[in-house]
Antibody, heavy 117, light 110 residues
Framework: EVQLVESGGGLVKPGGSLRLSCAAS????????MSWVRQAPGKGLEWVGR??????????DYAAPVKGRFIISRDDSKNTLFLQMNSLKSEDTAVYYC????????WGQGTLVTVSS | QSVLTQPPSASGTPGQRVTISCSGS????????VYWYQQLPGTAPKYLIY???QRPSGVPDRFSGSKSGTSASLAISGLRSEDEADYYC???????????FGGGTKLTVL
């Protein structure tokens, strides 16, 4: 059974940075493309970005609202996905989910990021 | 404003059949598979329908999906109280090079 466990969320001031992690188990992590999806309080789902497997180039793609501020990376030796969030804005406040990326089939439980002064 | 368009709400009584629509464009639904997710209150989204009409193991056959052109729909037959949830459609968008979602439909079982 695939398990994805996010961590690292919390309260951060506008303009600050935060790094989220997603620990994966039950899958061959180095073969899997991974994504981040977020959900603002009371709102719908919004795709943040993805990272391909290293065998497929390891490249990243980002949604327009976060491009240039967020960086997705992975450590295949630790089966862990990361989301480095910089220059945070109040509109980045959301629950952040990590998901498997090809078809968004497996989801973690999410971690809440609150951007507020 | 979401790229895919869903009605904000839907409702039905136990045992009824309800459908939820999802409208997109050539660059997303028109060119790629449609996926549906169920989000129960306070939980993460769950993979409900993939590749337009396929059900993952464990999803009851009361749930079905279809696609035609740039639109898709999710049908739930034999409605049950535990189906009360938010439902989202999604597809890859070739123009945006990213996943796009509908705004979500809140299903109420009366």
């Amino acid at each position: 059974e695939v398990q994805l466990v996010e961590s690292g969320g919390g309260l951060v001031k506008p303009g600050g940075s935060l790094r989220l992690s997603c620990a994966a188990s039950g899958l061959t992590f180095n073969n899997v493309w991974m994504s981040w999806v977020r959900q603002a309080p009371g709102k719908g789902l919004e795709w943040v970005g993805r990272i391909k497997s290293k065998t497929d180039g390891g490249t990243t793609d980002y949604a327009a609202p976060v491009k240039g501020r967020f960086i997705i990376s992975r450590d295949d030796s630790k089966n862990t996905l990361f989301l480095q969030m910089n220059s945070l804005k109040s509109e980045d406040t959301a629950v952040y989910y990590c998901t498997t990326a090809r078809e968004l089939e497996d989801w973690g439980q999410g971690t809440l990021v609150t951007v507020s002064s | 404003q979401s790229v895919l368009t869903q009605p904000p709400s839907a409702s039905g009584t136990p045992g009824q059949r309800v459908t939820i629509s999802c409208s997109g464009s050539r660059s997303n639904i028109g060119s790629n598979y449609v996926y549906w997710y169920q989000q129960l209150p306070g939980t993460a989204p769950k993979y409900l329908i993939y590749r337009n009409s396929q059900r993952p193991s464990g999803v009851p056959d009361r749930f079905s999906g279809s696609k035609s052109g740039t639109s898709a729909s999710l049908a739930i037959s034999g409605l049950r109280s535990e189906d009360e949830a938010d439902y989202y459609c999604a597809a890859w968008d070739d123009s945006l090079s990213g996943w796009v979602f509908g705004g979500g439909t809140k299903l109420t079982v009366l």
